[in-house]
């Protein structure tokens, strides 16, 4: 970390540093540390960029001709533990600065959080999973949770639910570690319920989830008034009742397990923190054809 010498940065020696005043330069919500500034190529300025009046967003702007190359630990090896190489994995540019970022192996369905850039598809009062970018594993062991706040400043903390209200362990910030992190949206769940409805909306129906595919991938997001809704094309395997009637009168129940794919409606309303997914259009079925889903209550 640079020290500072009259409003200037000694970059000659970087070691002792009046962090108080630093802080103090900086925004209320920074959370720019010292692996931060050094990730942004601070190195790269020594000879040309000495004078602190410039603001810290100039920093992420290098004189041209000068390739701000991004940090070592931030670039995949040649093979990922996901099998994607270094060719095939794309490069994010961050929303709110020019900054590149190599990602370490993203999916198509999945939204990127890194440095410090935030997927502006990601929205409190939804549900995600939450990948370590580079690697199989998961955090909160695999389970999705409702995402509760993006907080401000550079490197944002991202708080999620917790088993608690009085201790919530759940939340990290963006920048936390240099390969990001990969959100996938979560519109259906393994168990939920929802009530078949035929072309001419009669209920022909009960569903139960028995798996979901994970590349449930979020198509749009529709801003209205009072509301906020996505929507997720989704492929699940579900156990189906089908009501049989005759004359207008159920008669028997007959269970199939069938595939099922269709979009899904995730509504959050400006009253509820949370959003719930309300229906599934576009799903057809071999022997009623074209079906809606409304999730049961």
Same mark, same amino acid.
């Given at each position: 970390?640079?020290?500072?010498?009259?409003?200037?940065?000694?970059?000659?020696?970087?070691?002792? !540093?009046?962090?108080?005043?630093?802080?103090?330069?900086?925004?209320?919500?920074?959370? !720019?540390?010292?692996?931060? $500034? @050094?990730? $942004?190529?601070?190195?790269? =300025?020594?000879?040309?960029? +000495?004078?602190?009046?410039?603001? $810290?967003?100039?920093?992420?702007?290098?004189?041209?001709?000068?390739?701000?190359?991004?940090?070592?630990? &931030?670039?995949?090896?040649?093979?990922?533990?996901?099998?994607?190489? %270094?060719?095939?994995?794309? !490069?994010?540019?961050?929303?709110?600065?020019?900054?590149? =970022?190599?990602?370490?192996? #993203?999916?198509?369905?999945?939204?990127?959080?890194?440095?410090?850039?935030?997927?502006? %598809?990601?929205?409190?009062?939804?549900?995600?999973?939450?990948?370590?970018?580079?690697?199989?594993?998961?955090?909160?062991?695999?389970?999705?949770?409702?995402?509760?706040?993006?907080?401000?400043?550079?490197?944002?903390?991202?708080?999620?639910?917790?088993?608690?209200?009085?201790?919530?362990?759940?939340?990290?910030?963006?920048? &936390?570690?240099?390969?990001?992190?990969?959100?996938?949206?979560?519109? !259906?769940?393994?168990?939920?319920?929802? /009530?078949?409805?035929?072309?001419?909306?009669?209920?022909?129906?009960?569903?139960?989830?028995?798996? /979901?595919?994970?590349?449930?991938?979020?198509?749009?997001?529709? =801003?209205?008034?009072?509301?906020?809704?996505?929507?997720? +094309?989704?492929?699940?395997?579900?156990?189906?009742?089908?009501?049989? +009637?005759?004359?207008?009168?159920?008669?028997?129940?007959?269970?199939?397990?069938?595939?099922?794919?269709?979009?899904?409606?995730?509504?959050?309303? +400006?009253?509820?923190? @949370?959003?719930?997914?309300?229906? #599934?259009?576009?799903?057809?079925?071999? &022997?009623?054809?074209?079906?809606? $889903?409304? %999730?049961?209550?």
């Amino acid at each position: 970390m640079p020290i500072i010498k009259n409003h200037e940065f000694d970059f000659e020696n970087p070691e002792g !540093v009046d962090e108080s005043f630093l802080i103090k330069r900086l925004s209320l919500y920074a959370t !720019v540390r010292p692996e931060d $500034l @050094k990730a $942004l190529g601070a190195d790269l =300025y020594q000879s040309r960029w +000495r004078d602190f009046r410039q603001s $810290l967003q100039d920093l992420f702007h290098p004189p041209q001709g000068l390739r701000q190359d991004p940090p070592e630990e &931030s670039v995949c090896c040649t093979s990922s533990p996901d099998g994607l190489d %270094k060719e095939a994995t794309p !490069v994010i540019q961050g929303r709110e600065f020019s900054i590149q =970022y190599q990602s370490a192996g #993203i999916r198509p369905h999945e939204l990127p959080v890194i440095g410090f850039h935030v997927d502006d %598809k990601i929205c409190p009062g939804f549900c995600y999973r939450v990948r370590y970018m580079g690697t199989r594993d998961f955090l909160f062991n695999g389970e999705s949770r409702m995402l509760q706040s993006v907080g401000l400043g550079y490197g944002k903390r991202l708080t999620f639910q917790g088993n608690t209200h009085n201790n919530n362990e759940n939340y990290f910030w963006s920048d &936390s570690r240099a390969e990001g992190f990969a959100f996938s949206i979560c519109a !259906v769940e393994t168990g939920d319920k929802f /009530v078949i409805y035929d072309e001419v909306s009669r209920v022909a129906g009960d569903v139960e989830v028995l798996s /979901v595919d994970d590349d449930q991938t979020e198509i749009d997001t529709v =801003y209205e008034k009072g509301c906020v809704k996505k929507f997720v +094309r989704v492929r699940m395997t579900a156990n189906v009742q089908y009501h049989n +009637r005759h004359q207008g009168m159920l008669m028997d129940v007959t269970d199939h397990v069938i595939d099922i794919e269709g979009t899904a409606e995730i509504v959050r309303q +400006r009253s509820s923190s @949370k959003a719930t997914t309300q229906q #599934i259009t576009d799903v057809h079925v071999q &022997s009623l054809g074209k079906c809606t $889903l409304w %999730k049961e209550d």
